[in-house]
């Protein structure tokens, strides 16, 4: 037995690397030929854009730590130095990469043409298709585009973060100007990155860079072009936006994001083409390192492409009209039958708790529920928090009509939710001018819970109608994330919620939590408390079970605290989307721990905690990780469901499909590897989203999972629950 005192570094997986892990497993849905073509698209599309999170955030940050002396924010347990992360970092992004130009290139295009869909160049193009890019050109192009010089009188522009930029050497053969120059061409996000030069039976693309490419003499007249290639910079964007003191949050906030879009390059991805003068002009002007000795190895933050950069642009193709055939089928959440004719959604509320699992239920509930609440004269007050909104929030335009209304609304908006503070400030002042009382939460604290409390006026009584979520009010990603989502008027949770609102709106404390778990406050400590007394019941030869799906599994303590339960005995099943630390299966240690992993179509975002077996189980459903950020720096709630029926779809339907998954589900091996679950001949093969996606279709006229067991005043309508079950679990076992 290995105790606490004597963990290696080696018994934890670096938190970076896991990462790249993670995203691997997103290449592989590119990679399966079994998947629809276009899905395979998206995934490249998917993998592009988290790898540029990964070094806008991550890599930005190791960076800092290994060549600016700024120290770690969080204990590294792996023992690794952040030049040592860097290094092994560059080499792993290395070979992703080169693995998802292979997919595409190999795969992927010629696929898409067998499929009657073309991506090719200008040059390929017949007499009547050359006259359309002639004509887009310039028509569209032409008017936008900003040819840029670079010498002496013209210095070099500071390039946009994620920008995509055409270089071009050019030599003058008439004319004023320098004999030889260098020169950038911008590609505007407003136009296409890929042209339709074709029809809707057979598309045609011609990439945006090729067609400006072809076209650099009409816009550098009296030069010639010797070389041109493209390129993109990757930059620091987890600048810290609250590192001075303000007395106005939003403008500071505002202040800080113009900054951060002209902040450090962090990569620089270039075409394998690209001429050698050009790139090291790049790299001298971004401060770039590309041939860095380090322990006899070489460094470098330069990634040359065999391919169009910047493949999150993909996503153009993924919404082809009369594709559907290569798209993953449609299909139509599940309503609540009683929900479907906009009955009373607060006596529904009032009879039991409701519990809908999103994608697979739909969330117009939750817009109905604002929506209602907004126009309902009974209403005396909104509060909600908003973390992450959608461009065209049904639920924002809700709480302005509130405030109209004359009810006492107030929100919550967290302006630091990285990469949608922009959306979240425009909301935000759109909100203030029409009367909703907005708060930004803490500066130092990120509000992540997601919380909706609605108080209403029935007869002589107060009544408060609570929303709690795992995900976000975005009904655009709630098509995109499986989430649970909680409704209920029970009065304990209701105190807690009244409790935690006035404690992020006026700094109110001292409140004794009945039912909510609350970061900072005990999240961890009751997290850790909850895994021990499991520990404690294995010990005493007591029956003893953990069950756990979160995003990303990193925090030490918890993970000890893990370690020492599966010495003990206790029986562990984690679902890990993400990055995991933990290292299941190392004997002594970690042998009693399974860790599986979960892509496919939907991303897996809910966080379901089950601690022991059987009726007497405690299950918990939570906005948070467990992750120090998320006990330690975030507003975060964890929230009990206690009633019978709903804890029996959790524990009869919804986990075992996670659990069973053999299809999709990756398991973690000791050495930090993931493969595929095993599959028997004598074993079905069950996929787990297609399993809820089923069951959500053959109770598609029935209810969703609700109870009548918790406490309500005796005027509540009292109504027999109704269960969105077959009488068997959806895996038929």
């Not at 009409?218 to 987890?238: A, K, W």
Request: aromatic share 8%; charged share 25%.
């Amino acid at each position: 037995m290995i105790s606490g005192s004597s963990l290696l570094p080696e018994h934890f997986i670096n938190r970076e690397l896991s990462w790249l892990e993670f995203n691997a497993r997103v290449l592989e849905e590119a990679q399966d030929s079994t998947n629809p073509l276009l899905e395979r698209v998206k995934f490249l599309a998917i993998f592009s854009s988290n790898l540029d999170e990964f070094f806008m955030v991550r890599v930005a940050g190791l960076r800092e730590q290994a060549f600016g002396g700024v120290a770690a924010q969080d204990f590294t347990a792996d023992g690794l130095s952040a030049l040592e992360q860097l290094l092994m970092i560059s080499q792993r992004v290395r070979q992703l990469v080169a693995d998802q130009y292979q997919c595409w290139n190999e795969a992927i295009l010629p696929a898409l043409a067998q499929q009657q869909i073309q991506i090719v160049s200008p040059d390929t193009l017949e007499k009547t298709q050359r006259k359309r890019v002639t004509d887009f050109f310039r028509q569209r192009a032409f008017p936008i585009l900003t040819p840029m010089a670079i010498d002496p009188s013209h210095p070099s522009p500071r390039f946009h973060n994620r920008g995509l930029y055409l270089a071009a050497q050019l030599h003058r053969t008439s004319g004023v100007g320098p004999a030889n120059l260098f020169a950038v061409v911008q590609l505007p996000q407003v136009l296409p990155r890929l042209v339709p030069v074709g029809s809707l039976n057979q598309p045609l693309f011609v990439p945006l860079e090729e067609i400006l490419a072809a076209k650099l003499p009409e816009l550098f007249g009296g030069y010639r072009i010797e070389h041109s290639s493209t390129f993109r910079v990757t930059r620091d964007m987890d600048i810290d936006l609250l590192e001075q003191e303000s007395d106005d949050m939003l403008e500071s906030i505002e202040t800080r994001l113009r900054v951060r879009q002209q902040s450090q390059a962090v990569r620089l991805e270039v075409r394998a083409d690209m001429g050698r003068d050009m790139l090291t002009m790049l790299i001298g002007e971004e401060g770039l390192h590309q041939k860095l000795a380090i322990d006899n190895r070489t460094y470098s933050e330069v990634y040359p492409l065999h391919g169009m950069l910047d493949m999150t642009n993909l996503l153009e193709l993924v919404q082809l009209p009369g594709k559907d055939h290569l798209r993953e089928p449609t299909f139509v959440p599940r309503y609540p039958v009683g929900l479907r004719h906009h009955d009373d959604l607060f006596a529904e509320i009032d009879d039991q708790d409701i519990l809908l699992h999103h994608p697979f239920d739909s969330f117009d509930p939750v817009v109905h529920f604002i929506e209602k609440a907004a126009n309902d004269p009974d209403v005396l007050a909104i509060k909600q928090t908003l973390y992450r909104t959608s461009g065209d929030s049904s639920i924002v335009q809700a709480l302005i009509h509130a405030a109209e209304n004359g009810k006492h609304v107030t929100a919550l908006v967290e302006l630091k939710a990285r990469f949608d503070e922009a959306n979240n400030i425009v909301w935000a002042r759109q909100m203030e001018r029409a009367g909703v009382h907005v708060v930004y939460g803490f500066m130092d604290l990120k509000t992540h819970c997601k919380l909706a409390l609605v108080v209403r006026q029935r007869g002589k009584k107060v009544r408060r109608y609570v929303h709690l979520s795992t995900g976000n009010y975005n009904p655009t990603t709630a098509r995109l994330y499986s989430d649970l989502g909680f409704f209920t008027s029970n009065r304990l949770i209701a105190e807690d919620a009244t409790a935690l609102f006035n404690f992020l709106t006026g700094y109110s404390q001292g409140h004794s939590w009945k039912k909510l778990v609350v970061a900072p406050h005990d999240l961890k400590r009751r997290t850790l408390e909850l895994i021990d007394e499991q520990t404690e019941r294995a010990r005493q030869g007591k029956s003893s079970y953990i069950f756990a799906k979160l995003n990303s599994l990193v925090d030490r303590k918890t993970i000890e605290s893990l370690y020492r339960a599966s010495q003990a005995g206790v029986s562990m099943e984690l679902v890990v989307r993400g990055i995991c630390c933990l290292r299941p299966g190392i004997p002594g240690l970690s042998e009693n721990i399974e860790v599986r992993s979960i892509v496919d179509r939907f991303l897996e975002h809910s966080r379901i905690f089950v601690f022991g077996s059987g009726p007497k189980s405690q299950i918990f459903l939570s906005s948070a990780d467990w992750m120090p950020r998320n006990f330690m720096r975030r507003v975060e709630v964890m929230f009990p469901l206690e009633s019978a029926d709903l804890r029996q779809h959790i524990l009869e339907e919804i986990v075992p499909a996670y659990l069973h998954d053999n299809v999709r589900a990756r398991i973690l091996q000791a050495d930090g590897h993931y493969v595929r679950a095993p599959q028997s001949a004598d074993q079905p093969h069950l996929r787990a989203q297609h399993v809820l996606l089923d069951q959500a279709k053959m109770t598609c006229g029935d209810q969703v999972p609700i109870s009548t067991n918790h406490e309500i005043d005796e005027t509540a309508q009292k109504k027999k629950p109704r269960m969105n079950t077959n009488g068997r679990n959806s895996l038929g076992i």
